[in-house]
């Protein structure tokens, strides 16, 4: 049942639903974490999955980080309505050496928070904001934030993938420094970053190359999804 399998019956008034790669794809991230993934039986109905993978302790900090030379000056913004999606991004700024990154959830609190910085003559310099905010016209959005900051501050759009293309108003806009694809990946990470950071980088150092594990999952999803 962990292996790949496809519907003999691909038309839209099928049975059953699903793709057949959910479990294949969980196998292949436990075993990437070498980890282990079964079923146990349950003759009473349903189905019972386990898995187990060696962690460290959730309070060691993490200590192979790939700092971008300059990026530990640069003060970053990230406006996203998903709490998760944030985090992880925060995260991810974090191991590039990104020291520090404020996250707010709505147009409103993104528009106080940059007003406090001003206010405190601490402007952000990188300002992530995501294109489907609820209730917000990002459009407006962009071009407040565009006129309270200074001509410095770095606007970066992301968005769904595939949307750019879709979208024309994106690309004949200069209210925008950069764009990066959802869900954000190491590579796309790093070079918006190089091209955005205040302090130019000449040269990509060689050791800044996607972690091992990163890059086999990446391949598993990009090759199966």
């Known amino acids: 049942i962990f292996n790949d399998f496809y519907q003999v019956d691909g038309s839209a008034a099928r049975r059953f639903s699903g793709t057949g790669l959910g479990l294949s794809i969980c196998k292949n991230l436990v075993h990437i974490m ?59 700024l974090h191991y590039f050496g990104a020291k520090t990154v404020d996250c707010v959830s709505t147009g409103e609190s993104c528009i106080r928070q940059i007003e406090h910085s001003i206010y405190t003559k601490d402007c952000y310099t990188i300002i992530f904001i995501d294109l489907n905010i609820p209730d917000t016209n990002i459009w407006n959005l962009a071009e407040q934030i565009r006129n309270s900051c200074s001509a410095s501050t770095k606007i970066i759009l992301m968005i769904p993938e595939g949307r750019l293309k879709q979208d024309a108003k994106l690309k004949l806009t200069d209210i925008f420094a950069g764009y990066i694809y959802k869900p954000i990946k190491y590579k796309s990470m790093l070079s918006v970053l190089l091209e955005n950071i205040s302090e130019k980088v000449k040269k990509i150092p060689d050791e800044m190359q996607a972690p091992e594990t990163e890059k086999q999952v990446t391949s598993i999803l990009d090759e199966q999804i």
């Open 34 to 92: 070498k980890g282990e993934i079964g079923v146990l039986s349950n003759p009473e109905g349903g189905s019972n999955f386990y898995f187990t993978v060696p962690l460290c302790d959730g309070d060691m900090k993490i200590q192979n980080r790939n700092d971008i030379p300059g990026i530990e000056g640069e003060k970053i913004l990230v406006l996203d309505d998903s709490s998760l999606a944030a985090s992880v991004l925060k995260e991810k």
